[in-house]
Antibody, heavy 119, light 109 residues
Framework: QVQLLESGTGLVKPSGTLSLTCAVSGGSISSTNWWSWVRQPPGKGLEWIGQIYHNGNTNYNPSLESRVTISVDKSKNQFSLKLSSVTAADTAVYYC????????????WGQGTLVTVSS | QSALTQPASVSGSPGQSITISCTGPRSDVVNYDLVSWYQHHPGKAPKLMIFAVNKRPSGVSARFSGSKSGNTASLTISGLQAEDEADYYCCSYAGSYYVFGTGTKVTVL
């Protein structure tokens, strides 16, 4: 069974870049899965950020696309999120999640990591 | 892009059935055949409860069921139990990106 574990900087200054990594265990990142990032601001709902396939193909939320980069590191079996020009509105719990092939649903999730944007 | 609209809260007594709706734009914008539902207890990872409108992953109770009509999907929880108290989100695919519902807090009275 796939397990996902998020890690990264918990505090980012406004206008800076948020960087997170999701380590994949129990499966290969080169499998037929898409790998996604989802976030939840305090007191608000879930928001899909984007996804990547092991060959580097990506899809992003149109509302975040200009600031988001998702990449994959096959040698470390992990994928990463970078979100630039952050503001307080980007403060959220960030989750990584997987979806099998073209299944269109997220079957495995990480526990989430809180990122706070503050000076 | 617009989120899918859900009621902010739904409540029921133990043993009762409740239904959560998920309504969005017209079906050529969001694919309602691909709706999935997630249960989210605060501080924990969201859990997949229903996919492809009405399919249950292995291990999910048969008390959870899904359906759709037009541009509205629904999640029904039968025989409500205390452990069902959580936030629930619908989600679907809109061509090249995913959109989540606004979320519904289920309270077991």
């Amino acid at each position: 069974q796939v397990q996902l574990l998020e890690s990264g900087t918990g505090l980012v200054k406004p206008s800076g870049t948020l960087s997170l990594t999701c380590a994949v265990s129990g499966g290969s990142i080169s499998s037929t899965n898409w790998w996604s990032w989802v976030r939840q601001p305090p007191g608000k709902g879930l928001e899909w950020i984007g996804q990547i396939y092991h060959n580097g193909n990506t899809n992003y939320n149109p509302s975040l696309e200009s600031r988001v980069t998702i990449s994959v590191d096959k040698s470390k079996n992990q994928f990463s999120l970078k979100l630039s020009s952050v503001t307080a509105a980007d403060t959220a719990v960030y989750y990584c999640a997987s979806q099998y092939s073209n299944s269109y649903y997220f079957d495995y999730w990480g526990q989430g990591t809180l990122v706070t944007v503050s000076s | 892009q617009s989120a899918l609209t859900q009621p902010a809260s739904v409540s029921g007594s133990p043993g009762q059935s409740i239904t959560i709706s998920c309504t969005g734009p017209r079906s050529d914008v969001v694919n309602y055949d691909l709706v999935s539902w997630y249960q989210h207890h605060p501080g924990k990872a969201p859990k997949l409860m229903i996919f492809a409108v009405n399919k249950r992953p292995s291990g999910v109770s048969a008390r959870f069921s899904g359906s759709k009509s037009g541009n509205t999907a629904s999640l029904t929880i039968s025989g409500l139990q205390a452990e069902d108290e959580a936030d629930y989100y619908c989600c679907s695919y809109a061509g090249s990106y995913y959109v989540f519902g606004t979320g519904t807090k289920v309270t077991v009275l």
